[in-house]
């Protein structure tokens, strides 16, 4: 163990375990939480598995749109999986234990797909800005490199977004305390226990989520005014309604996403009341992934077909 705190930076000298108190401590209400969470966790998965699956093999979503989509549901299932799947394994098993080391793992993981989907919905706005106020030249910008490398430009966005406050986590000391009040590892938690100075810590941390928030929020809030502006000036009422329909998804993602986390950054009731910071982490990472898919899917003609068709094919192929 000393040789794999001395590989992380580890600067604590006596803890190398953490205690995750979870939600509740209550038997009942944790056989009902894991009831919960397990069915939303399976929704979750096989909703965005659905949607990377159609989005592969049927031709009519080989579009930017539905890449973007399909990379936003990839990163949902990442990010749910990083967190819930352990969560589930402390209150089947009762052993809340986490090591150090899957701690760090587990605080890089969410970061890391948290962030990246920030600046992804970011570029899902820029996508629906171009297809509606650029509908002629729609196939040119968005061709198939610049789709993959704004990709690529989300994810390295969120790693360098997240490289400075993760070293400085990595030589926070642990000293006395190493129970979290929490279903996971989470910065704010973990400072609370540390015996460093967390101040700066806290300071980089809020810094780095308010530059998150204001980037993307700035590129979705200036895509969506162009679209609004180029929308209004549209002639028909049928014309508005088909141009605000394949936007109305999105929207709702959007405002989902950018609500829970402002609520949590801004919102000084959330931050001093540990329950309701869980409680709202619990809703990002079980209930917003599990309500995507069906947002997009319920509002969207050609993702029922498409799912139609599949079923369709998989039940021809049974028969056989």
Known sequence: MQVEQKQLGMKNYTITTFILLGLTDDPQMQVLIFIFIFFTYMLSVTGNMIIIIL?????????????????????????????????????????????????????????????????????????????????????????????????????LAGLLIIISPLSLGLNLKFCDSN??????????????????DPRFMEQTVLICAALTLILTLLGVVLSYTY??????????????????????????????????????????????????????????????PMLNPFIYTLRNKQVKYAFKDLIKTIAAFLKR
């Not at 605080?107 to 509908?135: G, H, N, Q, W």
């Not at 129970?179 to 460093?196: G, T």
Request: proline share 3%; charged share 15%.
């Open 179 to 196: 129970v979290v009040d929490h279903f996971l590892c989470d910065a704010s938690p973990l400072l609370k226990i540390s015996c460093s």
């Open 55 to 155: 989005t592969f093999v049927d031709t009519h979503l080989k579009t930017p749109m539905y890449f973007f989509l399909q990379n936003f549901s990839f990163l949902e299932i990442s990010f749910t999986s990083a967190c819930i799947p352990r969560y589930l394994h402390n209150i089947a098993t009762g052993d809340n234990v986490i090591t150090y080391n899957a701690c760090v793992i587990q605080v890089f993981l969410t970061d890391l797909f948290a962030v990246t989907e920030f600046f992804l919905l970011a570029a899902m706005s820029y996508d629906r800005y171009v297809a509606i106020c650029k509908p002629l030249y729609y196939v040119t910008i968005m061709s198939s490199r610049v789709c993959k490398r704004l990709v690529l430009c989300c994810w």
């Open 227 to 288: 679209i609004i502006k180029t929308i209004l000036g549209f002639p028909s009422a049928q014309q508005r309604k088909k141009a605000f329909s394949t936007c109305s998804s999105h929207m709702i993602v959007v405002s989902i996403t950018y609500g829970t986390c402002m609520f949590i950054y801004m919102n000084p009731t959330a931050k001093e009341e540990v329950t309701i910071n869980k409680v709202v982490s619990l809703l990002i990472s079980s209930i917003s």
